[in-house]
Nanobody
């Protein structure tokens, strides 16, 4: 599976961005998709994931500045693309954002080690 992420950039605090991740090489609709992010000096962390059909989604809510309620993950299986709509961005959202595929299971997980393929990452920088 090949993944190509795009849509990152520089945005002011309070602004929005939509990330896209196009997949190829395998039947997209059979894959659980996830978004992760990694800030400088920090470990890669889970952001959101979506099931194969798109009927279920899950968002990180374990850290202080939760993305739940601000970010929305979605997918278009006809276009082999997963999206991450990010609203009300703040400086703590600054990171490289990665899309990932979990092909070994139909279940969502937040653990990076459980994802099998990764995109190259797209930089999101939020200025305060």
């Amino acid at each position: 599976v090949q993944l190509q992420a795009s849509g990152g950039g520089l945005v002011q605090a309070g602004g929005s961005l939509r990330l896209s991740c196009a997949a190829s090489g395998r039947t997209f609709s059979s894959l659980v998709m996830g978004w992760f992010r990694q800030a400088p000096g920090k470990e890669r962390e889970f952001v959101a994931a979506i099931t194969r059909s798109g009927s279920s989604t899950y968002y990180a809510d374990s850290y202080a500045d939760s993305v739940k309620g601000r970010f929305t993950i979605s997918r278009d299986n006809a276009k082999n693309t997963v999206y991450l709509q990010m609203n009300s961005l703040n400086a703590e959202d600054t990171a490289v954002y990665y899309c990932a595929v979990r092909s070994r299971s139909v279940l969502i997980t937040t653990m990076p080690s459980e994802y099998d393929y990764w995109g190259q990452g797209t930089q999101v920088t939020v200025s305060s």
